[in-house]
């Protein structure tokens, strides 16, 4: 009985060493998270001038403004996405490891003030608002991860990872409502690719011979979306979404595997 009690203690105390990465070993981790919008616009800012309303809203035939539009950020038109995916990793040795990932992040629509109209005629300016669409992004991406510290306990890392990012359509809905006018559903961003890169440090945590928790934090950067300006072209707005980059900061708690 001594004995199988020693055996089973020695086998606890030696399992977390296991865990991590090794020479030909592979893992696999399930991650989740947030990813927050630091920097990027979803649309820049212009200036056109609108000689009649009427197209817009009958009742001012005749009338004019200028749209005085300005730059929004992804921080003020979506917030912080959730974000969750997979990695499978190939450990070189102890201490470093190449990996590819699959993620998805998601946030729902956003409403913000873009900007105003300003109507001569009545001597002010109309507030108009815009109405975006889900951001939904899948990213796939393969980089390499330096550990640090000894085997087998809790161990920093850094990581640099690269590759494509894919964002669904984004649609628009254009509203000025003092002047009851209303752009509903407009195009604004294609579905398309983009490059996307990051880099993160976080650390290990060994929980059994197999099983590890990772924790992690980083920086983000998604390439300018693909616009689409069938439906604001013709308002001198044409070039507002020629934008779309979005630099973020993840954080992710992942549960990891090793084979």
């Known amino acids: 009985m001594n004995r199988l009690l020693l055996s089973a203690a020695l086998c606890t105390l030696a399992g977390p060493a ?29 200036i056109s001038d609108i000689p009649d309303l009427g197209p817009l809203n ?10 005085r539009i300005e730059s929004r950020g992804h921080d003020r038109v979506y917030g912080a996405a959730s974000s969750y995916g997979l990695e499978f990793a190939y450990g070189f040795d102890d201490r470093s490891e190449i990996f ?12 913000v003030r873009v900007g105003g109209a ?12 815009g109405t975006f669409s889900r951001y939904e992004a899948y990213t796939a991406e393969v980089g390499y991860r330096r550990y640090f510290g000894e ?4 161990r920093p890392f850094l990581a640099g990872r690269i590759g494509g990012t894919e964002t669904d359509a984004i649609r628009a809905t254009f509203e000025i409502p003092d002047a009851n006018i209303v752009i509903p559903d407009a195009p604004f961003f294609d579905k398309d690719w983009a490059l996307s890169a990051g880099l993160e ?3 290990i945590i060994p929980v059994g011979g197999r099983f590890s928790m990772t924790v992690s934090g980083g920086v983000q950067y998604v390439g300018d979306l693909s616009g689409d300006d069938s439906a604001i072209g013709g308002l001198g707005l ?9 630099v973020s900061v993840p954080v992710s708690i992942s549960g990891r595997w090793d084979f």
């Open 58 to 67: 009958p009742a001012l035939a005749g009338v004019g403004a200028q749209l």
């Open 201 to 203: 440090a976080g650390v």
């Open 151 to 154: 085997s087998g306990w809790a």
């Open 238 to 246: 044409a070039s507002i979404n020629d934008t779309g980059s979005r």
């Open 100 to 111: 590819g990932q699959l993620r998805q992040a998601n946030a729902g629509a956003g409403r």
């Open 118 to 129: 300003y109507v001569p005629a009545l001597a002010t300016e109309l507030s108009v608002f």
């Open 18 to 46: 296991l865990a991590g990465p090794a020479e030909g070993r592979f893992s696999m981790s399930l991650l989740g998270g947030i990813d927050t919008p630091v920097s990027g616009d979803v649309h820049t800012g212009a």
